[in-house]
């Protein structure tokens, strides 16, 4: 149950303050929000965060830039090969190493597949915290297909370490493109399985529609990017604004909503599931054949300068600057996390609502806190 | 029966034993079944461990619940706190005593009703006394001492109170078509008819059945008592056997509620279309079966489907926000069973009166 | 509002469907394995507990650099033996240890050793490694990384007890593969 304070009413008001969390089921995380209530409607709900602070920025400057990939396998510890995909991008863009074209690919594939196992966790939590229990066990089912797939190709099914500075560690296994063909041929099909028990659903749609409402100029303002921003109707995609490895060679759409509210951005996210199927199906299709590694010294010393790098990670704009100064080392990296700066919109997007609407909108921004707290 | 000690004493012993058996045992159960279709539901199987496929672990978990530690907060109000179970319970299990499982049949020689009673005010008795169970909630949310158990506990008690009316009102249609209160005539007008009830009232038994929903706290209707909430349940501060007790109450007022839609839907004991088809039931085929079993086999068949739906709703629909929910009750349920009553009461009166 | 419209609005139809995907769920194969009696198998390049030749280790410290956490600890001397009539400097290791209880199983170790098949690996397909006591158990000297409970030899390695040549790890089956 709920970890509750003895209430104080806060002087010359009838609010009342209390805590939710940080251990509770439905805040998807070590998340603590401190809510104040006026009778059922919330008057202002303050993130309080830092329960999974891990140093990881301190880390990564002592690690080798090999070394620090694994790290940030940790952060986002649901979609890792975006945050792997982020760290390698950065430090080849310093070095100016063009990653092979095969290398590129597969790393697309790698992402798109991640954003769709991304997807599915954010589609079972939520609509378990809504109150609907079975497409919990749907959606992960169709994540330990994925994850077999990405076991089979690195080796690992949750922290991938899956790419290096210059390519990647290893090729495909023989047969991994028809097993991934495969899974994301019957895909579609899950999708609509699992839209014809929540789309249209009238509770569903009581629950969802209208909640958590955000402009699409506040959304712009508060800096909020990936779906909460697509969902208020701003079409902006980094794998379309700022192209990384060969996105400007496949054709998909960016899925936007109209009102801003938890409903549209439920639409977004089931149909960017479905646009990473087109991505991954093209580049399956294209794959080129060549080598997996560019050549990079063995011990990567990058020159020094700065640079930001970002990429389009399942929850946001995930981006990653780099100080070097030369060495094995990074100066400073710093990570600029999609989740921790969706969150800071939270109190906007709840005000006024009911407290049951907190859990929807809370499970509607998709928060890891690895990556909030890092 | 010659001696009146056995008519009136040691017959209705029996039956109580047999009843409130056979009840405990079904609700127990219930929860496994609601584990393993739940389960089944999610493309997992439930409990299969505790003994032969898990058919033992309700009676694992009754133990569990037996040896745990009771907790009692220690400015809860000790004498409210220890009754708020029993007032959710026993009224569960009374509602029981006037449900019929099938007509009279010979035993020893002897006459004997397969029911405690049969009162001629037998819908109003069950209406009646099943309202009492509110207050177990309510005295349970406010004896624990803890402000958002007591908020859950209204919240709770008042979504119970405002689905009662339009579940009296589906009633009360079957009541019309029916012709008596007492829940043996009901059936029993249910064979004259030829017909079960829940055709020609297809409208009452929809809404009964979700008003049973909602009256049980389920899914689609179980927001005071969801994990994923901010406010606790009313039962947050009870531990060992009075949370076992109000366990058994949730499960055993579903059996309530299905039995109940059961006998004024869909005919009881009586098998689908009893005159129509009474050649077929009475042919060979089903002869060998004594009527007992025969009644009470159909009446637990119809039971179940009803349970099986209860545990169908859970799986699959999201929960409804409480304004939405009470919005529901009072704007949607009870104008639509108004108005279905009316339209009851005018065919009633168009076929020629009560069948 | 149409017909049909205000009866979508009254009769639920869209929760029927709903229902009906999880009763069509009811009747699917269900995907429980019964662990422990049926123990899934992981894929070849899963990364698991670790392997340890120390007949293949040359000594040369790659894996303990290249591990990020430095979890890897290395103590040699140098010894002197006699090859072919000259007095050659052998490194002979005296440590190996590997601190499991802080490993995250990346295989940056495995990717950094230079032999071939390498000495370090961590494709024995193993994952159950959990202990009652953390300190003691989870601390793999080098005899126990060679003798762990299921350890399994570089996959097509043949061990030496069952005829594997020096010259040929593979004991003339063919390329070792990853």
């Not at chain 1, 994540?143 to 991938?160: H, N, P, S, V």
């Not at chain 2, 029981?96 to 049969?118: Q, R």
């Not at chain 3, 103590?75 to 209880?101: A, N």
Request: glycine share 8%; net charge neutral; aromatic share 12%.
């Amino acid at each position: 149950m709920t970890n509750l304070e003895p209430t104080k009413p806060l002087p010359d008001s009838e609010e009342m303050e209390i805590s939710f969390g940080p251990q509770h089921p439905a805040t998807h995380g070590v998340l603590r929000v401190m809510v104040k209530l006026d009778g059922e409607r919330i008057v202002d709900a303050r993130p309080v965060i830092g329960y999974l602070h891990r140093g990881t920025e301190k880390i990564f400057e002592r690690e080798t830039y090999n070394g620090a990939i694994p790290h940030t396998d940790r952060m986002d510890y649901t979609a890792a090969a975006t945050n792997n995909q982020g760290l390698v991008g950065a430090v080849e863009r310093i070095m100016g190493v063009t990653v092979p074209p095969r290398a590129a690919y597969i790393r697309m594939i790698l992402a798109e597949l991640q954003r769709i196992a991304s997807h599915t966790i954010w589609l079972g939590t939520h609509a378990l915290d809504i109150g609907a229990q079975s497409p919990f066990f749907y959606t992960f089912q169709e994540r330990e297909k994925i994850l077999d797939l990405y076991e089979e190709y690195c080796g690992a099914r949750l922290t991938l370490n899956a790419m290096r500075v210059g390519g990647l560690p290893y090729d495909l296994t023989d047969g991994w493109t028809g097993r991934c063909r495969a899974f994301v041929d019957q895909f579609p099909a899950r999708i609509a399985e699992w839209e014809r028990l929540l789309t249209a659903n009238r509770i569903w749609k009581l629950r969802t529609v209208g909640v958590g409402v955000i402009s699409a100029e506040s959304a712009i303002e508060w800096g909020l990017t990936g779906p909460p921003l697509r969902g208020s109707g701003v079409k902006w995609d980094i794998r379309k604004v700022f192209p990384y490895d060969h996105y400007n060679e496949v054709e998909f759409e960016i899925p936007i909503g109209t009102s801003g509210d938890t409903y549209d951005r439920y639409l977004v996210r089931m149909e960017e599931m479905r646009q990473s199927v087109r991505i991954v199906q093209q580049c399956l299709a294209k794959l080129p054949d060549g080598p997996v590694m560019a050549k990079v010294p063995k011990v990567i010393k990058p020159p020094k300068g700065e640079v930001y790098f970002s990429v389009e990670g399942p929850k946001g704009e995930l981006g990653y600057y780099v100080v070097s100064d030369g060495g094995a080392s990074p100066y400073r990296l710093h990570v600029r996390p999609s989740c921790f700066i969706n969150l800071q919109a939270l109190p906007e997007m709840v005000r006024g609502q009911l407290v049951a609407d907190l859990i929807a909108v809370i499970g509607t921004l998709d928060i890891v806190l690895g990556e909030i707290d890092r | 029966m010659a001696n009146p000690w056995v008519a009136y004493l040691l017959v209705p012993l029996v039956k109580i034993a047999v009843i409130l058996g056979v009840v405990i045992m079904l609700a127990a159960y219930l929860s496994f079944f609601e584990r393993k279709i739940l389960a089944y539901m999610q493309i997992r199987i439930g409990p299969n461990r505790v003994g032969p496929r898990g058919w033992l672990q309700p009676i694992a978990d009754a133990l569990k619940l037996f040896v745990k530690e009771d907790i009692v907060p220690s400015r809860a109000e000790k004498l409210v706190y220890l009754l708020g179970p029993v007032l959710v319970t026993a009224p569960a299990l009374v509602v029981f005593s006037v449900i019929p499982f099938g007509t009279s049949f010979t035993l020893f020689g002897a006459e004997v009703t397969p029911y405690l009673a049969d009162v001629n005010i037998g819908i109003l008795f069950i209406l009646g006394v099943s309202s009492v169970g509110v207050y177990g909630v309510i005295l349970g949310g406010w004896a624990s001492n803890n402000k958002f158990s007591l908020m859950g506990g209204l919240r709770s008690a008042a979504q119970l109170v405002s689905y009662e009316v339009p579940m009296g009102l589906s009633v009360v249609t079957v009541l019309l078509m029916a012709n008596s209160l007492s829940l043996v005539k009901i059936v029993e007008a249910q064979k004259a008819a030829g017909i079960w009830y829940a055709v020609p009232g297809f409208v009452a038994f929809f809404i009964y059945f979700v008003c049973g929903v909602a009256e049980t706290n389920r899914n689609p209707f179980d927001l005071p008592e969801a994990e994923s909430e901010l406010v606790a349940g009313f039962h947050t501060e009870y531990s060992g056997m009075k949370f076992a007790f109000y366990f058994l109450a949730e499960y055993a007022n579903m059996v309530v509620i299905s039995s109940i839609a059961t006998v004024l839907f869909l005919g009881g004991w009586l098998p689908i279309f009893p005159n129509w088809l009474a050649g077929f039931w009475a042919s060979p085929a089903f002869a060998w079966i004594p009527p007992v079993l025969w009644n009470a086999g159909w009446f637990l068949v119809k039971t179940f489907a009803f349970l099986f739906v209860y545990i169908w709703f859970r799986g699959t629909f999201p929960r409804y926000r409480f304004d939405q929910l009470m919005a529901l009750g009072w704007k949607v349920f009870i104008p639509v069973s108004l108005v279905n009553l009316m339209a009851v009461g005018l065919g009633v009166l168009l076929v020629g009166g009560p069948r | 509002m149409s017909f049909w419209g205000f009866l979508a609005s009254v009769v639920p139809f869209e929760l029927a469907q709903g229902l009906g995907v999880t009763g069509r769920f009811f009747f699917k194969r269900k995907a429980t394995i019964q662990y422990p009696e049926v123990k899934p198998v992981p894929k070849d390049r899963f990364r698991g507990m670790f392997g340890f030749s120390e007949e293949r280790c040359i000594v040369c410290h790659s894996c303990a650099k290249a591990c990020p956490i430095a979890i890897i600890h290395i103590q040699d001397h140098f010894e002197e033996v006699e090859v072919e009539g000259k007095k050659r400097k052998k490194k002979v290791l005296d440590r190996y240890d590997i601190d499991v209880k802080r490993c995250m199983f990346c295989g940056l170790c495995e990717e950094a050793c230079p032999t071939k098949p390498v000495a370090i690996w961590l494709t024995t397909k193993s994952y159950e490694t959990a202990a009652y006591e953390r300190n003691e158990r989870l601390y793999f000297t080098k005899e126990r990384l060679q003798s762990w409970d299921g350890v399994r030899p570089y996959p097509g390695v043949v061990p030496p007890s069952q005829g594997q040549l020096p010259e040929d790890p593979t004991g003339g089956s063919g390329e070792a593969k990853p």
